[in-house]
Nanobody, 120 residues
Framework: QVQLRESGGGLVPAGGSLRLSCVTS????????MAWYRQAPGKEREFVAR???????HYADSVKGRFTISRDGAKNTAYLQMDSLKPEDTAVYYC??????????????WGQGTQVTVSS
């Protein structure tokens, strides 16, 4: 079993910064990629950013130039540095991990989510 644990959410004024972390733990696995998604009230969950094991990164247009995703393979941790935050960034942010588990193949896991609130 693989678990994801997010941290770093909170309340920040517009223009401020936050750094989210997501730690993957559990039985033997290897990462294929890690990503962040978000879901605002009344809206569907949307993609924010992804980093592959080869450290390629991809971003939603709405966060390009403001958010930076990275990963520390040794710590099985992904980070999302969020700068120049806007009120429209307010949402629950979810960590997503695409991993390969020996004997099980590729599987996708989600964290429980962390609230980010940006005040205007």
């Amino acid at each position: 079993q693989v678990q994801l644990r997010e941290s770093g959410g909170g309340l920040v004024p517009a223009g401020g910064s936050l750094r989210l972390s997501c730690v993957t733990s559990g039985s033997k696995f290897s990462h294929n990629s890690m990503a962040w998604y978000r879901q605002a009230p009344g809206k569907e969950r949307e993609f924010v950013a992804r980093v592959t094991v080869g450290t390629s990164t991809h971003y939603a247009d709405s966060v390009k130039g403001r958010f930076t995703i990275s990963r520390d393979g040794a710590k099985n941790t992904a980070y999302l540095q969020m700068d120049s935050l806007k009120p429209e960034d307010t949402a629950v942010y979810y960590c997503n991990a695409d991993v390969t588990v020996p004997g099980w193949g590729a599987r996708e896991y989600w964290g429980q989510g962390t609230q980010v609130t940006v005040s205007s």
